[in-house]
């Protein structure tokens, strides 16, 4: 099926072009300025009315919408999670387990197994990100203290091996005994290693980089920052995520976890090469919930929605993001004052080169899969396209 998308304006690297995109079966054929000429051939032509066409997002990490979570232990909650990411320009994501017990664990990967092959009209799944369960108690955030472990070759290799393919990215603290090798690991089978919920100093950090932990979760939030001992200032893995060359790092861009001044910080010190957004988010993203529950029904944590945030029920800290990516580029577009061009290619390019899928997807050119998104000037969605065909429109 050949579908024409005309009168845009395309959100490529480096420009905003005015023209047109023709796609073939799934992927992009032709991507040209100006009018179309009358001759080009179409079973479908979208007129895109002069609004932006933007790569599909890709979104790295999420632990669900809808009023789901992926911890739920059911494949429903992974499609309803999935289906409501898409409703909001999410075309490609790394669902994200809680730290659980192993048992838990396991069965999420074998619902994600599932939902991936049942899932249809929807967004590409793309493997899981596991956040923990080898984490610093010191720096747990929301995560189950109880269920907190040091790293096991036993059990992180079990998963890989037994359910090759549906790992992609690991959250793990470095400094923890076991966590070089199990970089080393990770690395060696196509496995994003992530530093995160960590008390890591610089030189831990440096060591940790060599060992393939090349990307920092939610930087800012669950993090080691400066110390001092003896009087000297020594830097923990936020300023280490800064520093390195090389390292990438994922911001969770919903102007609350991090205000507007240090979303643009980031941005201007690591730049949209080695920033990602990500809305991190917990089952309320999508609704208009009041009260929930972040993490598992049966023993999850309860918070209340406030202020574009869930809260601890004393209000005393965040219970999770409700965010979903549309809000984070405009976000980043209205109020950190980024180019639009830098907020898409830090939705879009950038995430899929951390996971190594930039070759079919995150921009707009030739070659790659027609993954495509028609948003107006105020990150409204209008239009969401997988492989070339409309999975939603705004009615």
């Known amino acids: 099926m050949r579908v024409l998308l005309y009168n845009a304006n395309i959100i490529l690297r480096n420009e905003i072009l005015y023209g047109y995109v023709l796609t073939d079966h799934g992927t992009i054929l032709a991507v040209e300025s100006g009018v179309p000429a009358d001759g080009i051939e179409a079973d479908e ?23 789901a979570d992926f911890m739920d232990g059911t494949v429903s909650a992974f499609l309803t999670a999935a289906r409501t990411h898409m409703e909001h320009g999410t075309t490609s994501l790394l669902p994200t387990s809680l730290t659980a017990s192993p048992e838990d664990t396991k069965k999420c990967v074998e619902n994600f197994i599932s939902a991936k092959s049942k899932l249809k009209n929807g967004p590409n799944l793309l493997g899981l990100h596991m956040e923990g369960p080898y984490l610093n108690p010191i720096y747990k ?27 992609l990215r ?6 923890l005994p076991g966590a070089l090798e199990m970089g080393d690991y990770l690395t060696s089978h196509g496995i994003c290693a992530s530093i995160g919920h960590s008390a890591a100093d610089y030189q831990t950090v440096q060591e940790a980089f060599r060992h ?7 930087l800012y939030s669950a993090m080691s920052s400066i110390t001092r001992r003896d009087g000297f200032r020594y830097p923990g893995v936020l300023e280490s995520a800064l520093i390195l060359d090389g390292m990438t790092v994922e911001i969770i861009a919903d102007g609350c976890h991090l205000p507007p001044e240090l979303l643009s910080m980031t941005y201007r010190t690591k730049g ?48 999770g993001s409700i965010a979903t990516d549309d809000r984070l580029i405009r976000t980043m577009y209205k109020d950190a004052d980024v180019p639009l061009i830098d907020c898409v290619r830090m939705m879009c390019e950038t995430p899929a080169r951390i996971i190594g899928i930039d070759k079919q997807k995150g921009a707009i050119a030739c070659g790659k899969d027609a993954d495509l ?6 990150i409204n969605i209008k239009r969401v ?11």
Request: proline fraction near 4%; hydrophobic fraction near 30%.
């Open 272 to 319: 949209a090469d080695y920033t990602s957004l990500t809305c991190d988010s917990m089952r309320c993203a999508g609704t208009d919930a009041k009260e929930s529950v972040l993490g598992c029904l049966t023993d999850g944590l309860p918070v209340l929605i406030e202020d574009g945030v869930a809260k601890l029920m004393d209000r005393s800290g965040f219970g």
């Open 373 to 378: 998104v028609i948003f107006d000037d105020d």
């Open 212 to 218: 393939g932990y090349t990307h920092v979760t939610h």
């Open 170 to 175: 690991w959250t793990t603290a470095p400094e």
């Open 45 to 67: 032509k979208i007129n895109v009315d002069g609004q932006y066409l933007s790569p599909g997002f890709v979104e790295l990490h999420t632990h669900g919408a809808g009023g």
């Open 385 to 395: 396209m997988i492989q070339g065909n409309t999975t939603y429109q705004y009615k």
């Open 141 to 167: 955030g929301a995560m189950n203290e109880s269920y907190l472990r040091l790293p096991n070759p036993n059990e992180y290799i079990s998963l890989i091996e037994n359910y090759k393919g549906a790992i």
